[in-house]
């Protein structure tokens, strides 16, 4: 079964750092462009980053810019998120997925980052 | 920065009932959109890519068409596990039409 877990997520303060993990089973990470979503409590999601297959290549919403930072690892199957500075902005549910025609036809189930004091 | 404008903001109908959503492009996309369906507690899930292309496993019910800034969803015969929250996406999501019983 073609499936994406994250993990990492949690309470933090402002101004702290988290690293969001991406596991990725029943299939290989490497042919494919991989994507962060984040959606903020009752609202709709929003692209956060995504990844080119040999990591050599990544982009980001303007919004994050300088404080996260996307990567990958594919002997590992791994895809990840290193979030500094963060702001309670940033809290919401942050989904992994896999692109397909530049759609994301596989998310995993989020994991929850709260950024609060 | 492309910006996708959803409407409806809520759809009401019946099951059986044909939905039509709409969603419109800032610039020309060319055929580069895709609706996903997400329920509460879930994850997106993606429904049509390139506009008028069906994801794996998804029913024929679900339609798309358009290209360039205007394209639509349709629900055919709406089925109880239809009602949803529907997103347009070309880099950006749009910000969702509610489909309501």
């Known amino acids: 079964e073609v499936q994406l877990v994250e993990s990492g997520g949690g309470l933090v303060q402002p101004g702290g750092s988290l690293r969001l993990s991406c596991a990725a089973s029943?299939?290989?990470?490497?042919?494919?462009?991989m994507s962060w979503v984040r959606q903020a409590p009752g609202k709709g999601p929003e692209w956060v980053a995504n990844?080119?297959?040999?990591?050599?290549?990544?982009s980001s919403v303007d919004s994050v810019k300088g404080r996260f930072t996307i990567s990958r690892d594919n002997a590992k199957n791994s895809l990840y998120l290193q979030m500094n500075s963060l702001r309670a902005e940033d809290t919401g549910v942050y989904y992994c997925?896999?692109?397909?025609?530049?759609?994301?036809?596989?998310w995993g189930q989020g994991t929850l980052v709260t950024v609060s004091s | 920065e492309i910006v996708l404008t959803q409407s409806p903001a809520t759809l009401s109908l019946s099951p059986g009932g044909r939905a039509t959503l709409s969603c419109r492009a800032s610039?020309?996309?060319?055929?580069?959109l895709g609706w996903y369906q997400q329920k509460p507690g879930q994850a997106p899930r993606l429904l049509i890519y390139?506009?008028?292309n069906r994801a794996t496993g998804i029913p024929a019910r679900f339609s798309g068409s358009g290209s360039g800034t205007d394209f639509t969803l349709t629900i055919s015969s709406l089925e109880p596990e239809d009602f949803a929250v529907y997103y347009c996406?070309?880099?950006?999501f749009g910000q969702g039409t509610r489909l309501e019983i």
């Open positions: 997925g896999r692109e397909y025609w530049s759609q994301l036809d596989c």
């Open positions: 029943g299939f290989t990470l490497s042919p494919y462009w």
């Open positions: 990844i080119n297959p040999d990591g050599s290549w990544t």
């Open positions: 610039r020309d996309i060319n055929k580069y």
């Open positions: 390139n506009a008028s």
């Open positions: 996406h070309h880099q950006a």
